[in-house]
């Protein structure tokens, strides 16, 4: 995997970075808060998330989730992205998105883990939901918005080879083919997960987690203020 880096200008300017040791890449990114950090930290479809010093020219293992993800050769499954806190400086929470083993097979979940310097991290379950057969489309990505509320792309869902076999693009009261807007550190004493924002679609019927709906593949997003 080739990392590239361009400019914001009428003329974009590409130009490599790096070419870092880590095979089956999904996601790349930095950490939040820390501009002085040189490190790009990468997700990999197989489970490990790796991390690569552009100063040093140097990859190490960041996180090994490697014997809990479920992926397969050809499907969209496997550890997707990860995102760190924006509060990442003090509390060291940052967030994955991956499919795994669930009680009705199949799962995608967003998890939080806090990064103490020590292989046993903390870790909270924030957001599941069961993807039964659907192994293609799956989305994955997740983010936080200007308010702190995390964003979380699913795709419209399918079964490999075929596309959108689900057919529930316009429909927000199932998850895929929306975007869902969450607030992962609700920080009310009630035990729960998250918590629902304001400022949410709102619509009549809808799940309460839609922010938009009828994305076909929201794999990577970006958000501007």
Known sequence: MTVFAGAAQAAILIQPVATPAAPSSTFVTSMTGSPDDTRLYLTRKDGYITTYDTATNTTSLFHDLNDRVTSGTYDQRGLISMAFDPGYASNRNYYVFMTSPGANGVQAQVLRFTDDGTAGRAEQSIWQMDLGAVNNHIGGWIGFDQQGMMLIS??????????????????????????????????????????????N????????????YGVRNAYRNTITP
């Open 154 to 199: 699913l795709a419209d869902g399918s079964v490999w080879p075929g596309v959108d076999t689900r057919d529930t693009g316009q429909n927000p009261s199932d998850f895929f083919g929306s975007i869902l807007r969450i607030n992962p550190n609700p920080n009310d004493g009630g035990g729960q997960n998250y918590t629902i924002p304001d400022g």
């Open 201 to 212: 679609a709102g619509l009549s019927g809808a799940a309460p987690e839609v922010y938009l």
